[in-house]
């Protein structure tokens, strides 16, 4: 049944009305309604079906965030009775230096923080042995791993805990962090809690097929781009595991339909082989499906929020500057992306959320 196609690029519009606000201008209907047009006319309304969908469920606004800001303050599990002798003590991670999304965090807490206690974020040592780590997202794992990691290996850290605190994470991700940090901390008696509002499923295996929150498709479109892309780096095709697809009465529901995914997966895997196409040096993080490390199709995700989107998204969604040269006015973006000094060729697993 055919779609007011108009009246859905609106309601993507109103859903990511606050993406970078003022650094880009507002996204609106026309700006949503250029972005689709980049794919075969016979998918784009299913992929604007879909994308609605599920923009709906990961987009992640600034009050939304600073909703959980106020939240974390005072959260008893975390702080205990009192929440100022708590936030009085602990030393705060400032880790990622290249990279925006932890001092933004840092910062949103520290404005709550200073009008309920008159307390910022700034000091590093902790005087009651407990350490925050805070940050949008977790998802392939490594940026907390490494971050944490150098962190006990600079300062020598021992008998202590740390508290990673995060919006949400990748399922897959936090074990593997988790997994790698234990055996970093348990001989130093460093213990470490991790704290998340939402959980995004990630396991590619069968049985999370109908609750799995990322691309995984189901095939690979027969495409000229995607045929080059296997030739450029055979692993991806090596290590490609088709997801079975869903028979009925069986659906996943963050999508609308076994179908729309299906229809979604293959078009963000052909264009997103087509933009992995671009660039003269070939990426081997850079896959049609998001940055990782591992070979594949990509990372998958949907989950963005007003900062930045993450380059562990379908390259669909982010890659591309209509205002620049060759090849980034090659593909238009949905949600533009901040990079670190626009370096693209620089972007790998898991930066700059």
């Not at 729309?260 to 052909?270: H, S």
Request: with cysteine; proline share 7%.
């Amino acid at each position: 049944m055919p779609i007011d196609r108009n009246a859905v690029a609106a309601e993507i519009a109103v859903t990511i009305a606050d993406y970078r606000q003022g650094e880009i201008a507002p996204p609106n209907r026309e700006h949503v309604l250029r972005w689709i047009d980049q794919f075969d006319a016979a998918t784009r309304d299913g992929i604007l079906v879909e994308t609605q969908n599920l923009l709906a469920r990961s987009y992640i606004p600034k009050p939304f965030v600073e909703k959980f800001i106020n939240m974390l303050a005072n959260t008893e599990k975390l702080v205990g009775p009192d929440p100022r002798v708590f936030w009085s003590g602990v030393g705060f991670l400032n880790m990622q230096r290249r990279s925006q999304s932890q001092r933004d965090m840092l910062a949103l807490l520290s404005a709550v923080l200073t009008t309920r206690y008159g307390l910022g974020c700034e000091r590093e040592k902790s005087l009651n042995g407990s350490y925050v780590y805070i940050d949008d997202a977790i998802f392939s794992g490594n940026q907390v791993r490494g971050d944490v990691q150098q962190w006990i290996e600079q300062t020598d850290a021992r008998n202590c805990h740390i508290h990673v605190i995060v919006i949400g994470w990748h399922k897959r991700g936090q074990w593997y962090a988790n997994k790698q940090l234990r055996a970093i901390c348990s001989p130093r008696s460093i213990r470490m809690t991790w704290w998340k509002l939402g959980e995004i499923e990630d396991w590619k295996k069968p049985e999370t097929n109908a609750s799995v929150a990322v691309l995984w498709p189901t095939h690979a479109p027969n495409d000229q781009y995607i045929q080059n892309w296997f030739r450029l780096s055979p692993r991806d095709l090596e290590f490609f595991t088709p997801r079975p697809a869903l028979q009925p009465p069986l659906q996943n529901s963050n999508f609308t339909s076994e179908a729309g995914r299906v229809l979604l997966e293959q078009a963000f895997m052909q264009r997103g082989a087509f933009i992995a196409s671009l660039p003269r040096n070939h990426d081997p993080h850079m896959h049609p499906l998001g940055y990782q490390s591992l070979n594949g199709p990509g990372f998958g995700t949907l989950f963005a929020t007003y900062r930045n989107c993450p380059n562990n998204c379908p390259l669909v969604l982010w890659w591309g500057d209509p205002d620049a040269g060759r090849p980034l006015n090659q593909w238009y973006p949905l949600l533009p992306r901040r990079t670190r000094a626009q370096n693209w060729a620089a972007d790998f697993d898991e930066v700059d959320f």
